[in-house]
Each structure stands twice: as structure tokens, then as C-alpha cells.
Nanobody
Framework: QVQLVESGGGLVQAGGSLRLSCAAS????????MGWFRRAPGKEREFVAA???????YYTDSVKGRFTVSRDNAKNTVYLQMNSLKPEGTAVYYC???????????????????WGQGTQVTVSS
């Protein structure tokens, strides 16, 4: 069992930055692929970024060049650095852990085994 706790959300003006953190319990964090998803009001949950256990990274097209996903296995933590935020980035952001990443399905929420409770990010225009 893995517990995930996100932090770092908040209110930011368009063009600003935030860094989200996701702290994981357990001793096998380094083996998991970690993903970030978001759900905007009235919309479906969507993939944002992911990082494999080996450090490979994946991004949805709309955040490439602005967001960076990273991990610190010593701290059991994954990060999402978000720069040049846009109002359409307003959403609840969730981190998720995948015990066995299939690269072609990294964007599929059902592939992930554990989820955090989410952290709200609000980007004002």
C-alpha cells in the first residue's frame, strides 16, 4: 500500500510559477512510475506529466516547455514545477503511482494504482 500526499497548490497570477510536491509512503518508491493528472471544473481528469522509475519523462503537449516533472527517491517525493501558468491550468492536481508502467499507456488514469487527494491550483487572469 502506498499513500500519496500532494502539497504546494495555491492561487497564482497568470505567468507565475508553482511547484507541487507529492510525498509517498513506503520503501519501494523508487520502483514506481509517478504521474501528475488534473481535473478542471466540469472536465474529465487529464494527464499532465509522468516520470518513470528510470527517470524518463512524459508530458502532455499543452505543458511541454513550461512544466517539469522530477523525483527525489531519497525523499520519496515527486515534484511538478509549473512555470508560465495560464488560467486554463486552474484545476485540482493529483499525483499517482504506477507499479508497472506501460509506456504507451502512461496517460491513462486506470493504469495507476494509487492516488493522492489532490491539491487545488488556481491561476488568475
Amino acid at each position: 500500500q502506498v499513500q500519496l500526499v500532494e502539497s504546494g497548490g495555491g492561487l497564482v497570477q497568470a505567468g507565475g510559477s508553482l511547484r507541487l510536491s507529492c510525498a509517498a509512503s513506503g520503501r519501494t518508491f523508487s520502483r514506481y512510475a509517478m504521474g501528475w493528472f488534473r481535473r478542471a471544473p466540469g472536465k474529465e481528469r487529464e494527464f499532465v506529466a509522468a516520470i518513470s522509475s528510470g527517470g524518463s519523462t512524459y508530458y502532455t503537449d499543452s505543458v511541454k516547455g513550461r512544466f517539469t516533472v522530477s523525483r527525489d527517491n531519497a525523499k520519496n517525493t515527486v515534484y511538478l514545477q509549473m512555470n508560465s501558468l495560464k488560467p486554463e491550468g486552474t484545476a485540482v492536481y493529483y499525483c499517482a503511482a504506477d507499479t508497472f508502467l506501460i509506456h504507451t499507456r502512461v496517460v491513462v488514469p486506470a493504469e495507476y494504482d494509487y492516488w493522492g487527494q489532490g491539491t487545488q491550483v488556481t491561476v488568475s487572469s
